[in-house]
């Protein structure tokens, strides 16, 4: 029987995870253990390029890495150009489409019959869906977004895959008495990304209205990306080996899901005691995937190096995928990115060269790691930080207890702005909050920015972006611990300092007109006088229990 829980329940039932493994465990509560290259002592004999080949080094031992032209990154800033763009790739797929999202909204018929138009138009297309199990049948049994993605698999029965993950997390007693939206704070599907034939759509966007209208995010078009499409793909059927399979009914907008006897093991939500077992087949599944994309593509990266007369029509750009996925041991994100990226703009702030180095930092839910505050607060950098006012915050004003979330994220945010005057960063470290009327936020992602001079007719101080990373993660202990993330590194390689007269990078001026897109509406800047506003009251009930269950948060 579904009901009301006590504070000291729901702390039990979302208790943080216990985690055992080798180098790629989760970090345990208040414990990463990460072991640091760089060195923090300011030196003249690192040079800009040193610097960044090592950490372009460090990644490429760990992750896949995929090279591109500048000309092949395209920024979308706005919802309606993510939604244009991807009406455009859809009308125009000739092998196959995947769909790689928490949902698609119950509602969006236009999205389904541009899906539906397309396979009819070519018998040759396949369509591949994958969102998660908890959030696509929330509203079961009304209209729900499975239900709508039944019809298309009705339509196309032989063309249409539709898989739902499911959290190992919730099982048995717990998912016959969490409330419907409280089973969700155990873990979803939550990687966004969108495929057609070689083109990708990297993004924190799901497939529903707001995302496509007034819910502000980021989105780059990858194209003409086969190696990097393939990665993707093969993501996809990894993911679908321990995910539901969706099936039409005879009566839409009934539909059944099963667990396909081709999955590399049992359904996780049978039993208790399966579930360490399908955990570690889970975890060896994403480590093989990371591994076997690796070598492959430092085997191509020695055959690039070793032909150097390869013609490009614009700057190179190294990108690197990056998996969070904290319930199966894979942790790329708390142990081979943000640790490492951190300290990366550490030594770009320490070089002696006359250039500023900013760290750009946003999150749509402002519950950043504490690890990644501790680094942040212990470092000397310049760090910029834009999250939703309580009005953008996609939960305002909404019914029942989800209507106190903005007032969580806004004591987390207190607690966060009095660790920067403990520390007395308040001059190295600002928080910002963006509000647009009628608009919500949720973009996400870093950027590592350095303000540098060109010479000209008069000299010019202009800010280029070296790096950033796009893609699902808030960089929260929910994103480290519960969820399913995929973001991407993408590196600009380039921008040199020592090569004041070279042709300004396009990728480095879209990336930078998108973060100052976002600055002009971050106008807000958190001090003691918001927080001491009648507004931003926050009650002690709402405290308390933000302390006991942030990491569903």
Known sequence: MRGFFSLCELRKLYKPCEYRGRQDRLIRPGALNIQYRYTCNKSSSQSFEDVKKIFIEELSSRLPRFELDECNVKVLKTPTQFYSNLLELIGKAKNHIYIFSLYVGKDERNLVDALSEALRKNNQLRLKVLVDYLRSTREHPNQCSASLLSELKSRFPDRVDVHLFHTPELYGWRKSVLP?????????????????????????????????????????????????????????????????????????????????????????????????????????????????????????????????????????????????????????????????????????????????????WTSGYFSLLREYKQQLLESDLDVQIITA???????????????????????????????????????????????????????????????????????????????????????????????????????????DPKKPNQPESSLSKELIEELNQLRSLAVDKVDEDLFRSQERRVGLGVKLATRLIRNML
């Open 180 to 360: 419907r939206r409280f089973d969700e704070g155990l873990g979803l599907q939550h990687m966004k990304f969108y495929g057609i034939d070689d083109d990708v759509i990297m993004s924190g966007a799901n497939l529903s209205h707001d995302y496509f209208v007034n819910r502000q995010d980021r989105y780059l078009l990858l194209s003409n990306q086969p190696e990097l499409s393939k990665y993707f793909q093969d993501l996809f059927h990894t993911t679908c080996l321990i995910s539901y399979q969706l099936s039409s009914a005879p009566n839409l907008p009934a539909f059944k899901l099963s667990w396909p006897s081709s999955n590399v093991h049992s359904s996780p939500t049978h039993s208790s005691s399966s579930l360490e077992s399908f955990k570690s087949i889970a975890h060896e599944l994403y480590r093989s995937l990371t591994v076997r994309w690796q070598e492959k593509s430092q085997i191509k990266m020695k055959a690039v190096e070793s032909d150097r007369c390869i013609s490009r029509r614009g700057g190179l750009v190294s990108i690197f995928p990056v998996l969070q996925m904290g319930s199966f041991r894979i942790n790329q994100e708390t142990s081979a990115l943000i640790p490492k990226l951190i300290e990366f703009a550490k030594e770009l702030s320490n070089l002696q060269d006359g250039y500023r180095t900013r760290l750009n």
């Open 389 to 495: 006012s309580p009005e953008a915050n996609g939960f305002y004003n909404s019914r029942g207890v989800s209507k106190y979330i903005p007032s969580a994220y806004t004591y987390l945010e207190y607690m966060f702005y009095k660790d920067i005057i403990s520390k007395q960063k308040q001059d190295k470290i600002q928080i910002r909050e963006w509000k647009r009327p009628g608009w919500t936020y949720h973009a996400k992602g870093i950027w590592i920015t350095r303000t540098i001079e060109r010479m000209g007719s008069e000299q010019e101080v202009e800010e280029e972006c070296l790096l950033t990373t796009i893609g699902s993660s808030n960089y929260g202990r929910r994103s480290a611990e519960r969820d399913l993330e995929c973001n991407l590194i993408l590196i600009n390689n380039r921008l």
